[in-house]
């Protein structure tokens, strides 16, 4: 029987390790806004996590059942963002946590339900699983009405994930969508009632936590570097992680 243990309880992020699932919860209920305390604690637990052998799967969810994110604290952007170098610091900030989760060499899983706007949607985008309520989620990047634009590489993902068609209607139009229809294109894996969410996405997390950590790793590393590459590139990126987990030299065939 796995041991449940707390590691900390702060005000913006809540961190659990649960026998190699790191929890990361927003602590923000109802509507967990992505506040500048939450993003850099989020960083930091990024960083360690990567680091830490023990962790090998990585859940990121909202606390409550209501939202799991609206996206960032816009007044604390408007009054707060000189004191950080100003908002492209804040948003260069952003970018960066949300590459290093994407790019992390463990799965990292996100619930979807109630309102996941703006950021409340991108963070979840760089995520490698994507699991949503079966009623009552509004998932979006309405940034356009607000008069701007998806600031946290929203665009480029949700095209990569659902196509340049979809991720356009979804954009141009502001639209909201359900739990059901995210998963009809495409963009989350799985839906599930709101009751029974939180615990199949750690479910789904201890499953990929006992997998052989380097195929994982290996296997992430194609896959994301795959959107990035030539085929040949990604042909030979396989060929260098069949190594890495043999622990010889890469052996490359053909032109």
């Not at 360690?48 to 799967?57: G, L, N, P, Q």
């Not at 760089?126 to 699991?131: I, P, Q, S």
């Not at 994930?161 to 989350?188: F, N, Q, T, W, Y």
């Amino acid at each position: 029987m796995s041991e449940r243990v707390t590691e900390s309880s702060v005000s913006a992020l809540l961190i659990e390790n649960d026998d190699g699932v790191l929890t990361l919860t927003n602590n923000d209920a109802p509507l967990n806004r992505m506040s500048f305390e939450y993003m850099d604690e989020l960083e930091s637990a990024i960083s360690r996590a990567a680091e830490d052998t023990s962790v090998r799967a990585i859940v990121i969810t909202g606390a409550g059942d209501v939202n799991f994110s609206v996206g960032m604290n816009l007044k604390q952007l408007m009054t707060g963002a000189d004191d950080r170098g100003g908002i492209e610091a804040v948003l260069d900030q952003r970018l960066r946590v949300l590459a290093a989760i994407e790019g992390l060499a463990k799965p990292v899983i996100a619930t979807l339900y109630g309102y996941c706007l703006g950021g409340g949607l991108e963070l979840p985008l760089a995520c490698h699983f994507r699991l949503a309520a079966e009623k009552g989620a509004r998932i979006g990047l309405p940034e356009l009405d607000l008069g701007t634009v998806p600031a946290w590489g929203g665009t480029a993902r949700l095209t990569r994930c659902v196509g340049r068609d979809r991720a356009l209607d979804m954009i141009l139009r502001a639209k909201k969508i359900s739990g059901p229809e995210a998963h009809r294109i495409g963009l989350v894996n799985e839906v599930h009632p709101m009751s029974e969410l939180k615990a199949a996405a750690h479910s789904l997390a201890q499953e990929l936590a006992a997998m052989p950590p380097k195929a994982i790793e290996g296997v992430l590393r194609c896959v994301v570097g795959a959107e990035h590459s030539t085929l040949d590139e990604a042909l030979a990126e396989e060929r260098r992680m069949i190594a890495f987990i043999e622990k010889r030299r890469p052996v490359f065939t053909g032109e």
